[in-house]
């Protein structure tokens, strides 16, 4: 059974940092593009960053680009979100999904873990 | 404002037909860019419900079906039941971005 289970949100100060981290498991990790997708409380979901297999492709959206960096580490099977110079916009659900093997869809999803940017 | 642009909420009655659509452009959906959805219910994470414009994945009901015609996309539920009620998303590929995925901005599905 394939299971993505994030950690490391939390309460942080404008201006901080925070790290997430995503533990795959049931699949082949190191097979797989990894994407964080986000979701602000009440509002629709934002694609925020996504990571080839390889690590050899990286993508981010433009309101994190600078600020925020993805990685992974396939002998971990885990993904990873570095967020820097948070900001009270960046407060959402992270969610770390999975992009399928042939197409550009995200077939499988954490549960999320919620980022609050407050002073 | 959403790359890909749905209605906010739609609603039908239990058996019903609902169809929820997704405008986007030629940089997206009429690029020849596949569109895929989600549902996503109250206080869970999103699941994704078809892939590849009309294909679902294993487990999820007949009833929902996609399409896909020039520059939009459809998602269709068919004998809707109480547990429809959700949110559902989107989403697809544009080439015009530097962060090519993009998601519409959801609609809430009301099951009266």
């Known amino acids: 059974e394939v299971q993505l289970v994030e950690s490391g949100g939390g309460l942080v100060k404008p201006g901080g940092s925070l790290r997430l981290s995503c533990a795959a498991s049931?699949?082949?990790?190191?097979?797989?593009?990894m994407n964080w997708v986000r979701q602000a409380p009440g509002k629709g979901l934002e694609w925020v960053s996504s990571i080839s297999s390889s690590s050899s492709y990286i993508y981010y959206a433009d309101s994190v680009k600078g600020r925020f960096t993805i990685s992974r580490d396939n002998a971990k099977n885990s993904l990873y979100l570095q967020m820097n110079s948070l900001r009270a916009e960046d407060t959402a659900v992270y969610y770390c999904a999975r992009g399928a093997l042939d197409s550009s869809a995200l077939d499988y999803w954490g549960q999320g873990t919620l980022v609050t940017v407050s002073s | 404002q959403s790359v890909l642009t749905q209605p906010p909420s739609v609603s039908g009655a239990p058996g019903q037909r609902v169809t929820i659509s997704c405008t986007g452009s030629?940089?997206?959906?009429?690029?020849?860019?596949?569109v895929h959805w989600y549902q996503q219910l109250p206080g869970t994470a999103p699941k994704l419900l078809i892939y590849g414009n009309s294909n679902r994945p294993s487990g999820v009901p007949d009833r929902f079906s996609g399409s896909k015609s020039g520059t939009s996309a459809s998602l269709a539920i068919t004998g809707l039941q109480a547990e429809d009620e959700a949110d559902y998303y989107c989403?697809?590929?544009?080439?015009?971005?530097?962060?090519?995925?993009?998601f519409g901005g959801g609609t809430k599905l009301t099951v009266l």
């Open positions: 030629s940089s997206n959906i009429g690029a020849g860019y596949d």
């Open positions: 989403q697809s590929y544009d080439s015009s971005l530097s962060g090519p995925w993009v």
């Open positions: 049931g699949f082949t990790f190191s097979s797989y593009s």
